[in-house]
């Protein structure tokens, strides 16, 4: 009698893949993601949950990170934005903001992030997100208190980058050092609300969170391009950084630092499990150093638009791939990919 042949089939645990990485372990080298923007589904708890799901499903990316409209933070606190306008790029324009003068820091209180419809649908979302992708890893974007603050006075996030349709009365530094006492209470109920929004996406389902995994916390341009000097950073930005991510507990915490001369180092004994900041522009380090967490980078986001060039993308894969080869790393684009990106760039980054 001839005997038989069972068949066993490898099935991957994602999810588990990215913890593992995130701990410096794991029988993976390396994990593939991207991100963008979903400018149409944005104000919409249901379309904006589906646009991400097709994304990741569309493209199997490894592990999700949920990009909501940038508006939203300052929404929270009383601006204002035109959600039918995004110009040619991925903010809506801003009509109304409620810092004019220091003296409107006073205006900045705490809220409740499951009672404020714009912090409330993006935990309806998320929780849309977690139910369809059990299977990834979701971390859940969330900008620092300093970042916020200079979004509801109508400030730049980047240095030398306006933010769409402001025109603010006031500059950064007449802002935050006129009146400290009065910029230190604002950011501490800014502090005050992430963390209860942090600690709620992160609570399960069944406890009323969204289940996630973690945060992706994004420092945006706040370490950049001179914008701060480290003191500064140190005085403004670093203690309610500190409070948001240990709010984060046990979770994964992903922390992202945009643009050229981003200052990973200033990071390098933050509480974190992964690093972000992009290798290609001016000023930054390889993604060969570390900074005691496992980095995260991969091509200039930028590159993955509509009519970019396809072999500078495909080599900046490559040598990403190769400078991490043997270390774990996160593969991903440098930033936010263009709302528009090419079908055949993006193919090269999922097939790297």
Known sequence: MRGTRKAFIMTRD???????????????????????????????????????????RKWDWDFVKINPRSAYYAEGFGARFDPDDYGTGRSPRLLDYPVNTPGDLAGIVAVDPTASKPFADQIASARLIRKDLGDRAILETVFSPLTVLLFVAGLP?????????????????TLLFTDKEATFKALDAITETLVAYVKTVLEPVEQGGAGLDGVFYAETGMASRGYFTHEQFKELARPYDERVLAAVGDHVKLL????????????????????????????????SDDFNAVPVGGPDASLIGEGTDETKLAD?????????EGKPFLLAPSCTVPPKPDDAHLRLLREA
């Open 14 to 56: 994602r999810r588990q893949e990215f913890h593992d990485l995130a701990r410096g372990e794991g029988t993976v080298p390396y994990l593939t993601s991207a991100w963008q923007h979903f400018v149409g589904n944005e104000y919409d708890v249901e379309l904006q949950a589906q646009a991400h799901i097709d994304f990741v």
């Open 157 to 173: 996030r980047i240095n030398g980058k306006p933010l769409y349709g402001a025109a603010p009365k006031l500059d950064k530094d």
């Open 256 to 287: 992202h630092t945009c643009r050229d001369h981003a200052n990973p180092d200033w990071f390098a004994d933050y509480p974190i499990d992964f690093l972000q900041w992009d290798q290609y522009v001016p000023g930054n380090p390889p993604i």
């Open 316 to 324: 900046e894969i490559q040598e990403t791939v190769k400078a991490r």
